[in-house]
Each structure stands twice: as structure tokens, then as C-alpha cells.
């Protein structure tokens, strides 16, 4: 499954077409990635994309005239992928982050490991460590991803993200069993209402609104007896 966030490789062919079909601006960021065999990252996938291909983006360090960050858009025939895995681990991102998140990094990843949570890193922190070069800045954000499949990890990843938050400017999406993923910070903010709410979902293609009561849904019923339980 090509979920967004995922790392891709393409082939020497896939490269030649995504060069050939950019716009001579782009080409060079293109040519960039190829030589130097870095991944590029799933993205939400264009309205007009067909089934055998990949919507790709190719995030480029900041401007260091203005700071300004290009993400460079691609598409590969999903024929011409060589390679693929998940988001790096917070473990990872650790190594290349500035000192003073390392520690929090450690106990986040701990905190996750021992509740069990699937977690992944995006974003400017993941770029840098892929790539060598530098995207992290004083406004960077610590991007997170968890992958909760049961209203009792669910809860456990909110917890673990606010202990944490206070040292480590976090930020990032939860991830439902059905792909749908929802800003962590968003979520927080409307689920302490006892109203039915509805929060902003990025799909693989759409971006709309869902309630909170059905993305609830998709988690693994066994869980979500247990938390009743308790």
C-alpha cells in the first residue's frame, strides 16, 4: 500500500520520465534526488492520477536566501518503484536532531515502544536525516506519526504526546486503520467536547470532513471493549 508519508525509490527510468516531464525549474532538484538515490515521499494523489501511478513529492531544504521550502511534485509508474518503506523511526531522527530534543526523542520513543504504538517521523527532522542535508530550523516541528489500531492505544498516544509536548515542539497526524489521518493537535482540541464533532481527514485523495464517532469506528473492536472496561 502507497499511504502517504511512505519512502519510495524509483528506478533509473523512473527518474528519466518524472526529469522529462517537469518544468526546467524542477529539473535540477529532480536530477539532484536521482544521483544521489534518496527516496521520494508519497502524497496525497492527484485528482487525475491514474491507478498504476504514484503521486511523489521531493521536499527541498529551506531557501537560505528566504528560508522559503519548494516541494518539488512528481509521478512514477508504480512499475518503476524499486524500493519502498515506512517513515523513519523516532530512534532515526534522534541521531541528526539538535541536542537539546535527543533526550525527549528517547523517552518518546520508550514511552511509545512500551504501549506498543506503531510511530514514524516526517517532515523537516526525517528530511535531514535521510538526506544529510540541512532542514531543520528554530521553527521547525518535531512531525509525528502514530498508527493507533485500538481506542486504548489511541488514548496511550495522546498521553505520551502531551507528557512530551512541553520539551519538544511536537507536532504531527494520527493515523486510523482506514488511512484516514487527522492533525494530533486538532484531535486533542475537539475531543474533550461531549458534543458530536467533526474534524479535518486527509484521504488518500480528498481532504474533508469526518466525525469523530466514525473514525472511532475503524479501530479494532477488542480495544475499544477494553477501554470500556476500565
Known amino acids: 500500500m502507497f499511504a502517504r508519508h511512505k519512502l519510495v525509490w524509483l528506478t533509473n527510468t523512473g527518474w528519466e520520465a518524472a526529469f522529462e516531464a517537469a518544468p526546467p525549474q524542477q529539473r535540477e532538484g529532480i536530477l539532484k534526488w536521482h544521483r544521489a538515490d534518496w527516496p521520494g515521499v508519497i502524497r496525497r494523489s492527484d485528482a487525475d492520477a491514474s491507478e498504476a501511478e504514484v503521486c511523489l513529492g521531493i521536499p527541498l531544504p529551506p531557501s537560505a536566501i528566504d528560508g522559503a521550502r519548494l516541494r518539488i511534485p512528481i509521478r512514477a509508474a508504480r512499475t518503476e518503484i524499486r524500493k519502498k518503506r515506512d517513515p523513519i523511526s523516532i530512534g532515526e531522527a534522534a541521531l541528526v536532531a539538535p541536542p537539546v530534543w535527543r533526550k525527549p526523542l528517547g523517552e518518546l520513543a520508550e514511552l511509545a515502544s512500551e504501549e506498543g504504538l506503531s510511530t514514524g517521523v516526517y517532515g523537516s527532522l526525517a528530511m535531514q536525516a535521510l538526506t544529510g542535508m540541512e532542514y531543520v530550523t528554530a521553527k521547525s516541528d518535531v512531525d509525528m ?21 512541553n520539551r519538544l515542539p511536537l507536532d504531527g497526524e494520527i493515523v486510523f486503520p482506514s488511512g484516514d489521518a487527522v492533525a494530533f493537535k486538532e484531535w486533542i482540541s475537539v475531543t474533550g467536547s461531549r458534543l458530536a464533532t467533526r474534524v479535518l481527514v486527509k484521504q488518500k485523495q480528498l481532504v474533508q470532513l469526518m466525525s469523530t464517532t466514525t473514525l472511532l469506528g475503524t479501530l479494532d473492536k477488542v480495544g475499544n471493549s477494553r477501554l470500556c472496561e476500565r
Open 145 to 165: 506519526l502514530f498508527y493507533p489500531d485500538s481506542a486504548l492505544q489511541l488514548a496511550a498516544g495522546i498521553k505520551i504526546f502531551r507528557n512530551v509536548q
